[in-house]
């Protein structure tokens, strides 16, 4: 069955701890991104990789940090320093794609923190 | 002024009737659009790419206007299912970057 799974499914932080969310796929996609998810509001890009042991910061990097040392896998750190981490974080996929190549991206079911 | 702009709705909607609704993009040199969909509580899931000379998919069209920069979704013979949140995305580069909007929401009433 490929798909992409991210653990767990809940996650409750206390405020000024660091937790790391999972991020696993075996669709064999180079590209791999993190997104936020608010109330209300449109996905925004936190980080992607497009390649193992690279990646690039995206719209809301900051409080964040990622690490690409196997295609699979792409975990994320949510720090300390993210002063409103509460949201819905959901992991994606994707080939990658340039020109006019629909590069469309594949998500997994998400992680809702909580920040207690 | 946002990249992606949609009309947040409900649109509420009668079981078996149609429905359209738009999406508004900035970058005019976007080349990749597409429809996502959204249930409460869930991850976005593809609903459907959307070509330039606009596209079909059972009930689905889809249909993208360049000049006026927008890209539009009309879902016939409604279903009590089709009831979600439609999320409009756009690439902004190629190699992938995509901008969601903040989706519009679609309740099909029996």
């Known amino acids: 069955d490929g798909g992409i799974t991210q653990s767990p499914k809940y996650l409750f932080r206390k405020e000024g701890q660091n937790v790391t969310l999972s991020c696993e796929q075996n669709l064999n996609h180079d590209a791999m991104y993190w997104y936020r998810q608010d109330p209300g509001q449109g996905l925004r890009l936190i980080y992607y990789?497009?390649?193992?042991?690279?990646?690039q910061k995206g719209d809301i990097a900051e409080g964040y940090s990622v690490s690409r040392e196997k295609k699979e896998s792409f975990p994320l750190t949510v720090t300390s320093a993210q002063k409103n981490p509460t949201a819905f974080y959901l992991c994606?996929?994707?080939?990658?794609?340039?020109?006019?190549?629909?590069?469309?991206?594949?998500f997994g079911p998400g992680t809702r923190l909580t920040v207690l | 002024r946002k990249e992606v702009e949609q009309d947040p709705g409900p649109f509420n909607v009668p079981e078996g009737a149609t429905v359209a609704f738009n999406c508004t993009y900035s970058n005019s040199a976007s080349q990749s659009f597409f429809w996502y969909r959204q249930d409460c509580r869930k991850e976005p899931k593809l609903l459907m790419s959307?070509?330039?000379s606009g596209n079909e998919d059972g009930r689905f069209t889809a249909q993208l206007n360049r000049a006026s920069q927008y890209i539009s979704l009309l879902i016939r013979d409604s279903k009590l299912s089709d009831s979600a949140t439609y999320l409009c995305v756009v690439n902004t580069d190629s190699w992938g970057k995509l901008q969601f909007g903040a989706g519009t929401q679609v309740v099909v009433t029996p």
């Open positions: 959307v070509y330039s």
């Open positions: 990789s497009q390649i193992v042991n690279d990646f």
């Open positions: 994606a996929s994707s080939i990658v794609g340039s020109g006019r190549t629909y590069n469309e991206q594949f």
